[in-house]
């Protein structure tokens, strides 16, 4: 996957001659023989990350990747509050009909909650 990745972002770039500096982190992927050899080929330098100091030097991560994740996050629990609300809203609404048709007669205050404008 690391070979593919800097061929596809640098092997065919307009000016080979000049060096790129290229941070990766320490995942074991990124530092086979293979991979070093190949970014060395064709005239990228890699550098090394520490292990916990990728907030320092990706900015990708802090500019980015951290706000996205944040927005995703908050839509995911959005979702899954107004799914547990309907569900809990169903099975009430069931309930009540389920109770009024055994009594014989349907109640004409039956409460339902609407999760669209809050209200009952």
Known sequence: ????????????????????????????????????????SIGVVLVKVPPRYTFVCQPADISWNKPLKDVLQKRWVQN??????????RRATEASRSSSTRSGRRSATTSFYCTRCNST
Do not use: C
Not at 11 to 36: C, I, K, M, Q, Y
Not at 80 to 89: D, P, S
């Open 1 to 40: 996957m690391s070979i593919k990745f800097l061929r596809f972002h640098f092997a065919n770039r307009e000016a080979p001659d000049e060096r790129v500096l290229l941070l990766w982190d320490d995942f074991s992927g990124h530092w086979t023989e293979e991979v070093v050899q190949y970014a060395e």
């Open 80 to 89: 899954l509050q107004e799914q547990i609300t309907e569900f809990h809203t």
